[in-house]
């Protein structure tokens, strides 16, 4: 029967053969993927499908008169809104 400290040895052996084996491979991988992509002129819509557009801006809803600061109502209220009414602001 082996032991505790054979098996942790043959299990860092075993790992660090896979990372070799891994590192080898994805080398090779992407060249392979560079040499598909050129030759057949793949863009990246075509491979990853279309990516979410960014988030639209929020329009504002508030603003400082005096300074010009704006605010879109989410969020915590800015410190020039605290204990005034917030229609006084309105845009």
């Known amino acids: ?9 043959q299990k860092e052996a075993l790992e660090q053969q896979i990372s070799q084996l891994k590192k080898a ?4 991988a ?11 002129d793949l863009t990246v819509e075509e491979l990853f499908g279309k ?3 960014a988030t639209k801006p929020v329009a504002v809803k ?6 010009g600061e704006t605010w879109t109502g989410r ?6 809104l605290e204990g005034k009414n917030r229609e006084d602001y309105a845009v």
């Open 30 to 40: 992407l060249q392979n993927a560079r040499t598909l992509i050129e030759t057949y």
């Open 25 to 28: 491979e994805r080398t090779d």
């Open 75 to 80: 969020g915590r209220a800015p410190r020039w």
């Open 1 to 9: 029967m082996t032991s505790l400290q054979e098996l942790l040895a």
């Open 62 to 67: 508030y603003r400082n008169p005096e300074t």
């Open 51 to 53: 990516q979410k557009s």
